[in-house]
């Protein structure tokens, strides 16, 4: 039970990192039953719909889905070299790896308006007249893709406010070289976004 | 004020940046064989291969990303209970869905 040892004095304070940990975590299973929900509706219509999810998934730009799939794992990337970077003390390349986690997120988040707002422009939106000329398959399909990848973009950009709070706390000192265990708990979030991802993306972008 | 050294329990496991880096490029390279199996039509194997080669992502972020490997045993078998949860969500709706 080593880990479970950390409650012990870190500065004046008392800290339990392990606890906080697990809180998160505890969180972040919260996050996947609620994302898993949506996969089992997912899995159903999928079953129950195969020819009309791979005729609506042609509307899907796999170009698109694979440049955002890049972009969220190297966001990750960076945010698990600033916590490196944070414990071996370098305060600067820690700033500076969040700060290209939030431009990356930020082209997620742009990439993912154009996608919509094309989609908007020929007419595949909730209850549009074109969508719902379409089989009920289809209109399903598009209904999961709103909801699924919206609820996710929903995530990314709660993500990008916590990094930014995490940003925050290193200039001010509350993250330091010993004391690390905020950022870890807002990069376990920020990689769980990512984690979803994972999955939409072949099951919305890839169905041929 | 540094008490890492005095409390070798309390440093917390640095993975090194190359190692990082190195899981990053075994995404993306998981990331291009998604999506070239795409393009060649498996038929019902296309949602299998794409969800392992996701599965494998996921472990990888989970086991270095998010640190999974260096916490105590005790985080893993959260891990597991939750998504054996999910598993029994999906084994019981699929049971239900056969026999309709």
């Known amino acids: 039970m080593k880990p479970s040892e950390s409650a012990v004095h870190a500065g004046h304070h ?19 039953i609620l994302f898993g929900g949506m996969f089992l509706a997912y899995a159903v219509y999928r079953l129950q719909y195969p020819n009309e999810f791979k005729l609506a998934a042609i509307e899907l730009d796999a170009l698109v889905g694979t440049v955002n799939t890049i972009i969220l794992l190297t966001s990750s990337l960076t945010v698990a070299l600033s916590i490196t970077a944070i414990q071996e003390g370098k305060k600067h390349l820690a700033q500076v790896m969040l700060g290209m986690t939030q431009v990356l997120a930020l082209a997620f988040l742009v990439n993912k308006y154009f996608e919509w707002s094309h989609k908007f422009e020929v007419g595949l939106f909730p ?5 719902l000329s379409k089989p009920p398959g289809e209109i399903i399909y598009f209904g999961l893709y709103y909801v699924m990848t919206g609820l996710h973009a929903v995530h990314v950009i709660i993500g990008m406010a916590i990094l930014a709070v995490m940003m925050g706390f290193i200039a001010s000192g509350r993250i330091a070289k010993d004391n690390a265990v905020r950022l870890e708990l807002g990069g376990l979030y920020w990689h769980l976004v ?11 972008y890839l169905i041929h | 004020m540094d008490h890492n050294d005095q409390h070798p ?21 998981l990331t291009g064989i998604t999506v070239a ?10 949602i299998v291969t794409a969800l392992v080669i996701a599965a494998i992502k996921s472990t990888l972020v989970l086991n270095i990303f998010m640190h999974l490997k260096f916490e105590h045993r005790m985080f893993r078998w959260f891990v597991v209970i939750t998504l054996a949860t999910l598993a029994i969500f999906f084994i019981l709706l699929f049971f239900d869905y056969a026999f309709h």
């Open chain 1, 194 to 204: 990512d984690i979803i991802w994972i999955f939409l993306f072949p099951l919305f």
């Open chain 2, 9 to 29: 329990h309390d440093a917390p496991h640095v993975v090194s940046y190359g190692q990082y880096v190195l899981i990053w490029l075994g995404l993306l390279a």
């Open chain 1, 127 to 131: 209850q549009s007249d074109v969508l």
């Open chain 1, 14 to 32: 008392h800290r339990d990192d392990v606890g906080s940990k697990i809180g998160m975590w505890l969180f972040l299973f919260t996050e996947l």
């Open chain 2, 37 to 46: 199996l795409a393009g060649i039509d498996l038929g019902r194997w296309v």
